[in-house]
């Protein structure tokens, strides 16, 4: 069976945990399996990984998973409303013109941005505002430090 590209069709799954599905490491090749588990619980993301089928590459799957950031936790995000943390909003926006993005989401991305908006309160497109705008001055602020790093560097 072909791999699966990261773009346009559905990302190969297998329903595993309580009937969920979870992504089929098999099909999927190894470049893009954090961004495909990283939404993952800590569990969903070792059922992915403990697949027979991927053979030598299940050790590789296996490392990954552990050295990644915590998986999503519903108990953890509904602490972190009850204790007030929040998630930094854009300012609204001004003016008559709007531009806009779209995307597609698969439908487990939907259910999920889904359930984070209704968690914090919010719209799902506004949480999908957020989420971008914040994602976009997290990369230039990343990209802001290289350069100073650079400069340093270079003894500037």
Known sequence: MDEWDG???TMPTTP?????????LTR?????????????THA????????IALGARMHAAIAL????????????ARKSIKE???????????????PQVNIRLDANHHERLLTAAELLGQKPTQLA???????????????????VGRADDDGG
Request: no cysteine.
């Open 65 to 76: 998973t552990e050295s990644m950031p915590p998986g999503f936790s519903l108990a953890a």
């Open 129 to 147: 505002r957020m989420l971008v705008v914040n994602g976009v001055n997290r990369i230039f602020a990343d990209q802001a430090r290289l350069a």
């Open 44 to 51: 969903e993301r070792r059922a992915a990984a403990f697949d």
């Open 16 to 24: 595993r945990i309580g009937g969920r599905p979870i992504p089929d």
């Open 7 to 9: 773009e346009f069709a």
């Open 84 to 98: 007030g943390t929040t998630v930094p909003a854009p300012r609204p926006l001004e003016g008559p013109v709007r």
């Open 28 to 40: 999927i090749p190894e470049r893009l399996w954090q961004e495909v588990l990283l939404p993952l």
